[in-house]
């Protein structure tokens, strides 16, 4: 089984239109991140959370919110979906959890289309 | 600002045609860099992590090295299936969070 999975793997939706995005992992990991990938862009960081308790907005948390439900589930919501969210969302994880390496591992992404 | 720059964008090579992907970051505080590489419509899979200048890791055909400016990449002997982009992302010490740059995309043709 994948260590960080995102539910839906794929997502129509209409303009105005509240969506959640879902992610779980079984890595034991405490740090959790939300990404979008556009073209040409590259990966940029929407929100990021530490723990539970710790929920911190990244370069372009606007028109996007999100919750840890708990320390392997963070879930992403576009509260009034409009057509420039358009784009591939990934989840990724990390442990900082005695002298680790910071590396982040991603799930396997979320494409979402606004029409 | 933090920024991470990839080069070049894109790279076609024959199979067996060795060849290097920069990646070159700020200068100082580097607390790590990573490469990843990521298939079309797949998330990013993590390669390698280099902390210091000198440092060299290997995986199969690839070896990352890292000097105090920049990244390197080496693909020896490349095969069709190593195909795919190839991600660098920087830590810096003082900021919580990686810095992506764009991508090299490498194409290796039978």
């Known amino acids: 089984d994948a260590d960080v999975t995102q539910t839906p793997r794929n997502r129509i939706t209409k303009t105005g239109k509240r969506i959640m995005l879902e992610c779980s992992q079984t890595k034991g990991h405490d740090r959790m991140y939300w990404y979008r990938q556009d073209p040409g862009l590259g990966l940029r960081l929407i929100y990021y959370s530490f723990d539970v308790k710790d929920i911190n907005k990244g370069e372009i948390s606007d028109g996007y919110s999100v919750s840890r439900q708990a320390q392997a589930k963070f879930s992403l919501s576009l509260e009034s979906a409009i057509p420039n969210q358009t784009a591939l969302y990934f989840c990724?994880?990390?442990?900082?959890?005695?002298?680790?390496?910071?590396?982040?591992?991603f799930g396997p992404g979320t494409r979402l289309t606004v029409t | 600002e933090d920024q991470v720059t990839q080069s070049p964008e894109a790279l076609r090579l024959q199979e067996g045609e060795s060849s290097s992907l920069n990646c070159s970051y700020t200068v100082s505080g580097l607390r790590g860099l990573f490469w990843y590489r990521q298939d079309p419509g797949k998330g990013p899979e993590f390669l390698f992590t280099?902390?210091?200048a000198g440092e060299e890791k290997e995986k199969e055909r690839l070896k990352a090295t890292l000097t105090k400016k920049e990244s390197f990449l080496h693909i020896t002997a490349p095969k069709p299936e190593d195909s795919a982009t190839y991600l660098c992302a920087v830590l810096y010490f003082g900021n919580e969070k990686l810095t992506f740059g764009t991508g090299t995309r490498l194409t290796i043709i039978p």
């Open positions: 280099l902390y210091s």
């Open positions: 990724a994880t990390s442990d900082h959890q005695g002298g680790s390496s910071y590396e982040q591992y």
